[in-house]
């Protein structure tokens, strides 16, 4: 199968934008953070030799390390997610005539509905993770591209709070109970702490100029 | 020349992550609309021909179009802003030894950040505009694609807190007195109805489930 990011952007936009439910908001959170990586990784490649910027220099090939790691993790779960939507799909197809055809079939669901909330609670983890670099690249990239470092942390953002919607909505159809209250005690603290992060780095990056 | 448009997400993502500073975060505004008008249009087309939304049949074509014409737009603006950018640098190469060159360098120079300015301020017009088009279809689109409404919206915010902290930035080098005044009144409006408008949607989307 060939992968989404193998499309061209124009392409994508044309499947996501089409009547077909898959991609959707789940693949666009996790491209959402992947556009944020590689902003990051640019700030800090515009920074590399740049005097005034000695004391950062160890540092940011690190930084770069980081945010093309996520980049990479954000690229594969844009297609998991929609993966991730046609396993509930199929699962829901599942004939239901016999109880033990309803059995399997439910069973099946379950199983799917949670693959479906795991694949953008991996997303937004990885945003939240992305925030953290975004705030230190914004403290300590070049300034001539603070902005962009402020763009990284808007969709990263973004990609967090697309995420956690796409979580909650699939823990919605998910019946254990216990698991239910782990991931939305989870979610809370990240939709928090992206409020609270990306907050600060717009608020740094607009003292600036 | 090629349009970014025309590349591979993989490709974009790479090129954007590069130590090359175009295309950057004015780019990834126009892209975040296109992506939002994209989901915009997906959640009407699984609206069309489904019971329970039958007073609503005869918008969704003109919702469709409208979204479908931003997305067309925004896709122009993912290029003009890399172009826009790049007229600055050009500009920043011109000859300053004489007294003539100096006065064509700053003309030019003027010139190319009103130019730069222009391209994410239309990106922010837009996203505004958008986000209008995502709180009817919020109301009125498939309740299952609910959450892609939301991301929708969410993509539409994040395009245009991005754009203008893109004019903002170019605004900074503009001499132009009365146009600073006029665009920077503007981009307030703007961003004051992004975050109401955006927040309202969120707000009902996540007041269904």
New interface residues.
């Given amino acids: 199968m060939n992968r ?7 392409a ?3 499947e ?6 898959a991609p ?2 789940g693949s ?2 996790a ?2 953070g ?2 944020g ?3 990051t ?2 700030v800090c ?2 920074t ?1 030799h740049k005097p005034g910027y000695e004391s950062v220099q160890n540092e940011l090939p690190i930084l770069i390390d980081r ?2 790691n996520l ?1 990479k993790e954000f ?1 594969v779960l ?1 297609d998991e997610d929609t993966t991730a939507y046609n396993r509930v799909v199929s699962a829901l197809k599942l004939p239901k005539e016999t109880e033990e055809e309803k059995a399997t079939r439910r069973e099946a669901l379950q199983k799917a509905f949670i693959g479906a909330a795991e694949v953008p609670l991996h997303t937004a983890r990885l945003c939240a993770d992305l925030l953290k670099i975004a705030d230190e690249v914004a403290h300590k990239g070049n300034k001539n ?4 470092a ?3 942390a ?2 990263a ?2 990609g967090l ?2 995420a956690i ?2 979580v ?2 699939n823990l ?1 159809s998910i019946k254990d109970a216990e698991y239910v209250e782990r991931v939305s005690a989870e979610i809370i603290d990240l939709q928090q702490m992206g409020v609270e992060q990306s907050k600060a780095i ?1 608020d740094h ?2 003292s600036t ?1």
Same sequence: chains 1, 2.
């Fill in positions: 989404l990011v193998d499309t061209t952007l124009c994508f936009l044309d996501l934008a089409s009547g077909s439910p959707g908001g666009v959170a491209l959402s992947a556009l990586a590689a902003l990784s640019m490649h515009l590399i945010a093309n980049r690229t844009i591209s603070i902005t962009d402020a763009v990284a808007l969709m953002q973004a709070e697309a919607l796409n909650r909505i919605t717009y990056v607009s100029f």
